[in-house]
């Protein structure tokens, strides 16, 4: 998860030992994706084949997702964590404008969030709208080998990965739609 830490196994002792002072490297926010518009509607093709969208527009999601569905994170939270995830990195590459991306992202955390899902799910989504995401997404959503990342990332909670997959899905068509030249 963005804001964990991941151990490759638990140690034989007791005790977890890591340098807060030396910690590895890795930047939970996903990088803008590269190649342009194709590359986008690539990946929108390749999801939509593999993930079901959560039926529901891009646009008002957050007033009918948060704090609904199963899941420590409710599988709406997830869900609106992915699309904003995906927007960041998708919007850019198909060419949808800087602001309306920066609109579209921001509505789906409402200013009211922690008052309508716990504090883990809050949290996950404020930090998706920031660009963070679990380590899997990243791969997901770059260049490389897409069905082990997203096979990682349906592995992420009981509905967690899915939800976000299906949210990237919901971002990816909405980008490609929105920027459908003539």
């Not at 196994?9 to 194709?38: K, Q």
């Not at 084949?49 to 646009?59: D, I, K, N, Q, S």
């Not at 009918?64 to 409710?74: A, E, S, Y």
């Not at 930090?127 to 791969?139: I, K, N, Q, T, Y």
Request: proline share 10%.
């Amino acid at each position: 998860m963005p804001n964990g830490i991941a151990l490759p196994a638990l140690p034989a002792l007791p005790a977890v030992r890591w340098d807060p002072a030396s910690p590895p490297l890795w930047d939970p926010v996903v990088a803008p994706r590269e190649g342009g518009r194709e590359a986008v509607t690539d990946l929108a093709r390749w999801l939509s084949a593999r993930v079901a969208g959560p039926g529901v527009a891009l646009e008002g999601a957050a007033d009918r997702l948060v704090g609904r569905g199963p899941g420590l994170t409710p599988e709406g939270d997830d869900i609106l964590g992915g699309a904003a995830i995906g927007l960041r990195a998708l919007g850019p590459a198909a060419g949808l404008a800087p602001g309306r991306t920066a609109a579209l992202i921001a509505a789906l955390c409402p200013p009211d969030v922690r008052r309508r899902t716990g504090a883990l799910s809050a949290t996950l989504l404020e930090l998706a709208v920031r660009g963070a995401a679990p380590e899997p997404v990243h791969r997901l959503l770059a260049a490389g080998d897409r069905e082990a990342a997203l096979a990682d990332l349906r592995r992420l909670g009981a509905s967690t990965g899915g939800a976000i997959a299906a949210g990237i899905a919901l971002a990816a068509e909405y980008v490609v739609s929105a920027t459908t030249e003539g």
